[in-house]
């Protein structure tokens, strides 16, 4: 350990630990800042149909546009802001984005476009800034239910919190779309599948990303895409990259797929060119 080599690196071992604490902070500082001050963004990644190549919905993907550090991505600042609370504001700021642009994409180009939004855990704990609250936004805004998707992911289930389970009853029955986001990387477990009202499977790219090797990866991408047929479930493959990996998934009855082949996100502007094309 520190100690071990001797005063002076356990002095710059808790310096970093310091260095690094207070970067966090800063960053908090500056998230928190951003959420009002127009410095995030929504980037849109089409979702085809693998049978007609069709876009037939998209993923919103959050941005931050930091004045100083350039573009910060998801992964950097999601986990902190779901540590501290920051995460519900920031849904809901995205939340209403894909709102008014799901309803001017299905006047004008496609009147069945889904748009799926990554909701968070901590959003499904939160009592008062409750996600359900979302469906009344949606009643008033004139956002027909079926235009949203919700993405959850399994640790969200694992809890087997009742609320949680009745908020999600909640969206189904109000016609809002569930999809099982990085299905593959957790638990996997096919009781969720049953268990929970899930619309959509989303297998994760690292599953996808080797699903033309002689891997187990390959029967386990069949088997769960055969599974999910039965159950009433659609597929969306995550991260094709390849037209091997497009062509494999296509012959397995995937439905759905999302990645580079396609297109990668897409800034508002962008993926309107691309709907005003098809
Ligand atoms: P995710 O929901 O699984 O989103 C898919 C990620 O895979 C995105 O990364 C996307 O850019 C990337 N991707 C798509 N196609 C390909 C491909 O062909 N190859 C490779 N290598 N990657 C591909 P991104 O945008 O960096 O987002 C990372 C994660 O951050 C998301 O994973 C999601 O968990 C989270 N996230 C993004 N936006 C939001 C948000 O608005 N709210 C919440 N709660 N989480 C978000
Ligand atoms: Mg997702
Ligand atoms: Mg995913
Ligand atoms: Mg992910």
Known sequence: GAKALGKNSFHYYTKSMRDKALKRMTLLKDLRYAIGHQQLFVEYQPIVDLATSKITKAEALVRWQHPKDGLIRPDEFIPISEESGLIV?????????VC????????????????S??????????????????????????????????????????SGDDSVSNKLFHFKKNGVGIALDDFGTGYSSISYLKKYPTDYLKIDKGFVQSVTEVTNDKVLC???????QKLGINV???????????????????????????????????????????
């Open 89 to 97: 504001d920031i849904s809901n700021w995205v939340f209403r984005q």
């Open 100 to 115: 008014a642009d799901v309803v001017h994409w299905r006047k004008q180009y496609s009147a069945d476009l889904q748009i």
């Open 117 to 158: 939004i990554n909701t968070s855990p901590v959003h499904y704990a939160d009592q008062d800034s409750c996600i359900t609250n979302w469906i009344d936004y949606m009643e008033s805004h004139q956002v027909p239910a079926e235009a949203i998707l919700l993405e959850i992911t399994e640790g969200l289930l694992m």
């Open 222 to 228: 069949e088997a769960i895409i055969v599974m999910a």
């Open 236 to 278: 969306v493959a995550e991260g094709i990259e390849t037209k091997g990996q497009y062509d494999m998934l296509k012959n397995m009855g995937c439905q759905f797929g999302q990645g580079y082949l396609f297109s990668k996100p897409l800034g508002k502007q962008a993926f309107n060119a691309l709907l005003s094309q098809q």
